[in-house]
């Protein structure tokens, strides 16, 4: 896209903003059209901008050039996780002290929660790690009957107690289950919830303050545009101040990102998930069987961001 | 609504050309940013977005030449026209809502994965119940893992006939035992639900096709969500291609989002929005009136006749 602004600067003159705001307009507008809430472009493109300021080229370097490469930087930067979880490794280390990982799915309704959890609980079995799920969707139609179907292919035990029942309670049960059986790994599912709907964020709060799970899985879908900003903050900043002991207050650590299989090269979204959050993607679901599931390349990301 | 957020800004953004001294180059500028980003931020197609920028600043421009002519009012008209083509698909929804009773209307409701296709076919079904029709449910998803459990629940729930089967694994079969049934039982609604698919993978396309030529749906609803980004308009087209899709219903309004992106769906499928779903319980669903929601987005009663000066 900057290859169309040819002006070259000659390495003398200091950049304004003024040299650099064609690109960076234009630089904007792609990023919104490959799906990244404008929001976080703007950050993006202001953040580039405070880079390139007052900065000296060296000779006959295009302005165009200065900027896609400071861009690059920048996506680059902000998708390469700060932390990186080792779940694996995890799983080993709470296996030795004698009780099982949990992992809580959460999310807003229907972005693939269930199926993903399904996926992961495959990658673990791969693994030779032992998996138990938990049926704590105890109000969606079918979303039991969903799991335990997934179950059933997968050769897992479920943790169920039907519809209706308090979620953070199967989630406690399960939880002694899945220790009394030595299961290494629990993974528990939850309903879909909107991220403003303050009784069932409060539900959440609960389910995770009484389980203390090791890991919280963000799911979110790649079709999603700039409410992607609002699902990370909101979800953070009501574990936050939804917990009991706001000191002990357990957010995201981790999202999983589906269908992207569905959106081409928009693939924006990941960037605004992980930027409002900070959080690294962990998984990418891509494809409705068991094997959809791989690691985000950043690379590509930026590749199909920038093209 | 949430949708209305997006209207406010657009009528601040008129209003500050109206307010305005002179509507030279930089107001005219400022004004469009404005309502370029209010569209954005609510998810609208990027390149419609930047077609109306560019369009208005055409016939403003023209306008400059044109002797005696109000300018004002022809950037205001300009704007309202190309904020209307994106979001008015010209077809008048009552036509497609107004169901007749007595006759089987088969209606198949399409979509994305998760969209909300399943809830939104009961929450259809139960409210033509309410208004005298005589409603049955088919689920013609074979695919999804307690698909038809899903199905069976909510139909239950709201005292709804449903159709489907835990062993035959061909939904265009299904669908077609379905619709017969429901047909001789002189059911006047039968609603058939199907899986969750997009573009990209054509053998769900031609599944999709399958269903479609088995039940010669007299409607086809696409069905999406309120929160969907930029992928939105050539999802839409896609489906829109390969069956009649016919009516747009938007779910999940009940969150943050502004549905601008659901609102590119109605460009790509040249059909209006009928309903909105604003929660998950089963009478959490609205009618949409395409026409009036314009024209309170741009601050008017009245927008067709300011449309048609
Ligand atoms: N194409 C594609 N579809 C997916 C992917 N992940 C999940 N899906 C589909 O998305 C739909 C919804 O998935 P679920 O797992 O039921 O979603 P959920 O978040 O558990 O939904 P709720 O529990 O109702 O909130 C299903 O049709 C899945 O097959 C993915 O990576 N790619
Ligand atoms: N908050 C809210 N949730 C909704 C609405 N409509 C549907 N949902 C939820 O969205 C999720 C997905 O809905 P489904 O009806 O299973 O979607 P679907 O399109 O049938 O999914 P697939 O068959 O897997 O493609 C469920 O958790 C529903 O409860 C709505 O208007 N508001
Ligand atoms: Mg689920
Ligand atoms: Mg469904």
Known sequence: ?????????????????????????????????????????????????????????????????????????????????????????????????????TIVFVGVNG???????????????QNDVSVMIAACDTFRSGAVEQLKTHCARLGVPLYERGYEKDPAKV???????????????????????????????????????????????????????????????????????LAHDQTQAHTIDGILLTKFDTIDDKVGAALSMVYSSGAPIMFVGCGQTYVDLTKLNVKSIVRSLLK | MVLNEMGQKISQALAFINNAETLDEKVLDACLKEICTALLQADVNAKLVFGLRTNVKIRANNADKGAGLNKRKIVEKAVADEVTSILDSGVDEKKLTDLKKGQPNVIMFVGLQGAGKTTTCTKYGAYYKKKGFKPALVCADTFRAGAFDQLKQNATKMGIPFFGSYSETDPAVIAQQGVEKFRAAKHDLIIVDTSG???????????????????????????????????????????????EVGAVIMTKMDGHAKGGGALSAVAATKSPIIFIGTGEHMDEFERFEAKAFVGRLLGRGDWRGFVDK
């Open chain 2, 197 to 243: 698919r997009h573009k990209q993978e054509e053998a769900l396309f031609e599944e999709m096709r399958q269903v479609a030529t088995n039940v010669q749906p007299s409607l086809v609803i696409f069905v999406m969500d309120g929160s969907i980004g930029q992928a939105a308009f050539d999802q839409a087209k896609a489906f829109k291609d390969a069956v």
């Open chain 1, 111 to 125: 972005v693939g929660k269930s199926t993903n959890l399904a996926k992961v609980a495959y990658w673990l079995l």
């Open chain 1, 1 to 101: 896209f900057v290859r169309s602004l040819g002006v070259s600067v000659v390495g003398t003159a200091a950049l304004t903003r003024e040299d650099i705001a064609g690109a960076l307009a234009q630089l904007k507008r792609r990023l919104m059209e490959r799906n990244v809430a404008e929001e976080i472009a703007e950050k993006v493109c202001e953040s580039v901008a405070v880079n390139l300021e007052g900065r000296r080229l060296a000779g006959f370097t295009r302005i165009g050039t200065a900027v896609r490469a400071a861009v690059e930087e920048a996506l680059h930067r902000i998708l390469t996780p700060r932390r990186s979880v080792d779940i694996l490794r995890e799983v080993r280390q709470a296996k030795a002290r004698g009780r099982p990982y």
């Open chain 1, 171 to 241: 989630a406690y049960e399960a939880q002694r289950a899945a220790a009394r059986e030595s299961t290494d790994v629990l993974l528990v599912d939850t309903a879909g919830r909107m991220q403003d709907n303050e009784p069932l964020m409060r539900a959440l709060s609960s389910l995770i303050a009484l389980n203390r799970p090791d890991l919280v899985l963000f799911v979110g879908e790649a079709l999603v545009g700039n409410d992607a900003v609002d699902q990370l903050t909101k979800f953070n900043r009501r574990l936050t101040d």
